[in-house]
T-cell receptor, first 112, second 117 residues
């Protein structure tokens, strides 16, 4: 069974731009969670989607948003990028949320 | 709030040495506990987990026991290999209250392990 895939793997943007990241979960998984990883703050929960609905949200500004499609694929969007948004963005999927979360390889975003 | 504290790294060991990475947690309920590993340039891989007190998770020679009395979940391996060099993350996930559905993982800061031949 294929694992969690994320595209693109690397991205360079400039301040003020916006970016969209994509995550395809393991087949059959309906829950997708997003995490931000930075050297200073470590791994922080962004949000979780289940059946096309945002079920939980972390403590991030409204510039961070996401959505989930009927095939469980998810996208996250960051608008008006700031230098501090440079990070590795990890997506994780699980069957319904309470099961083990499996992570993708991440998208490394650099904001210049 | 809920939190995970793990020993600061980096940890440098010689091949075949014994490994311990300490992890303690603070949680309002009875969490499930996890160890994830991150190899350079990759995402997180689940290493092992335990869902209730006194459970022992084990995988690839690594072990960790859920100790409710000391709120700990220390990772151990009897004989490390060069291929074990990676960053190790301890994490917890709360069991939501009845009707709840927040399954987010709360992570420690990570411990970089380097194993030299």
């Amino acid at each position: 069974k294929a694992g969690v895939t994320q595209t693109p793997r690397y991205l360079i943007k400039t301040r003020g731009q916006q970016v969209t990241l994509s995550c395809s979960p393991i087949s059959g998984h309906r829950s997708v969670s997003w995490y931000q990883q930075t050297p200073g703050q470590g791994l922080q929960f962004l949000f979780e989607y289940f059946s096309e609905t945002q079920r939980n949200k972390g403590n991030f500004p409204g510039r961070f948003s996401g959505r989930q499609f009927s095939n469980s694929r998810s996208e996250m969007n960051v608008s008006t990028l700031e230098l501090g948004d440079s990070a590795l963005y990890l997506c994780a999927s699980s069957l319904g949320g309470k099961e083990t979360q499996y992570f993708g390889p991440g998208t490394r975003l650099l904001v210049l | 709030g809920d939190s995970v504290t793990q020993m600061e790294g980096p940890v440098t060991l010689s091949e075949e040495a014994f490994l311990t990475i300490n992890c303690t947690y603070t949680a309002t309920g009875y969490p499930s506990l996890f160890w994830y590993v991150q190899y350079p340039g990759e995402g997180l891989q689940l290493l092992l987990k335990a869902t209730k007190a006194d459970d022992k998770g084990s995988n690839k020679g690594f072990e960790a026991t859920y100790r409710k009395e000391t709120t700990s979940f220390h990772l151990e391996k009897g004989s490390v290999q060069v291929s074990d060099s990676a960053v190790y993350f301890c994490a917890l996930r709360l069991t939501p209250n009845s009707g709840g559905s927040n399954y987010k993982l709360t992570f420690g800061k990570g411990t970089l392990l380097t194993v030299n031949p």
